[in-house]
């Protein structure tokens, strides 16, 4: 396997605006990265670009400590796995594993082993004399994954590999290639918008956003310290609370807030020195966060508008005293009627505080992780 290094990427159509613009991102070998982001944000593009299927218009990418900018896709040690499962219909799965190989010339022991090793691996090797059609959505998947295998790559892309399937094979699927990653100490970089898979899937998350790289770090690192509004906002489900605010008060390791309305709330956070009374800034609040009872520093009351109901938990939709509207995670044992007014309360420390410019105050205890249930 190989490590990724990209040094300022770029990449522009006739000159003009940058789809990406100057990426850096190192991946280490045997990490599994997942690039995530909304439609459009050059995720697609970058991993096309690591495969060889765009040009790159600036900067330098290298591939296990080589320059690869210019080499063909075919020298870059890659095997890709598109959305599309791209299998020949009119071949077997052994023939579709087998292609590849028999096109670079490996003598057929070679290819027959590499073959039935791979489809051991992924539980295919009962079905290497079907066709395509032959096969439901999540053994084509697999027959693809496979292709990649036998050729032994330095790098595996995929590019949303599940987005194709139903939910339940997406759980699967999305189970079996962490099994494989284990297994083949593969490096790997992933592409999806789909972020339940980028926070179970990946070592590193890079989140991507017009063409830029928002923040790069581990699941719990995105989801505990977002470095700024967008990040916050699209990693987790459901998306972060936010309410507008003024600061009130500035201490060494907290700020105080006065939201709309008037009701001030501490957030256990670090001040920056341009950090000032008055400053309009946005708190934010994670719904499992909030608490159905005053156990938390903060207390504040909600009427209930909506219940979705999940088994072991719901959400509820309030709208507090000062009109803003608010998720919270509760309890799925307790039952919650539409028109009611609930207590709430939150830890100061399970605050968020971002400024002006949607950058994020770092709070003082990322970790904690306060449970609906307490």
Known sequence: MANVSIKELKKSYDGKQDILAGINLEVKDGEFCVLVGPSGCGK?????????????????????????NHLPPAERGIAMVFQSYALYPHMNVYKNMAFGLKIAGENKAAIDQRIRHAAGILKIDHLLDRLPRELSGGQRQRVAIGRAIVREPKLFLFDEPLSNLDAALR????????????????????????????????????????????????????????QNLFVATFIGS????????????????AVKVQLEGGQEIRADVMPTASTRIGDAVTLGIRAEHILENTNGSEVFSGKVNIVEHLGEANFIYVTLQNGQDAVVRG????????????????????????????????????????SSKQ
């Open 238 to 253: 459901p998306k972060m609370n936010l309410f507008n605010g003024l600061i009130t008060a500035v201490e060494t390791d």
């Open 331 to 370: 309890d799925g044992d307790n039952t919650v009627h539409i028109g009611t007014t609930i207590s709430l309360s939150a830890p100061s420390s399970a605050f968020h505080v971002f400024d002006a410019d949607g950058l994020a105050l770092r709070r003082v205890k990322p970790g904690n992780m306060i």
């Open 44 to 68: 697609s593009t970058l991993l096309r670009m690591l495969c060889g299927l765009e040009d790159i218009t600036g900067g330098e990418l290298s591939i296990g400590g080589q320059v690869v």
């Open 171 to 226: 759980v699967q699927t999305r189970l079996e290639i962490a099994k494989l990653h284990k297994q083949l100490a593969a490096t790997i970089v992933y592409v999806t918008h789909d972020q339940v898979e980028a926070m179970t899937l990946g070592d590193k998350i890079v989140v991507m956003n017009d063409g830029h790289i928002q923040q790069a770090g581990t699941p719990l690192e995105l989801y505990q310290q977002p």
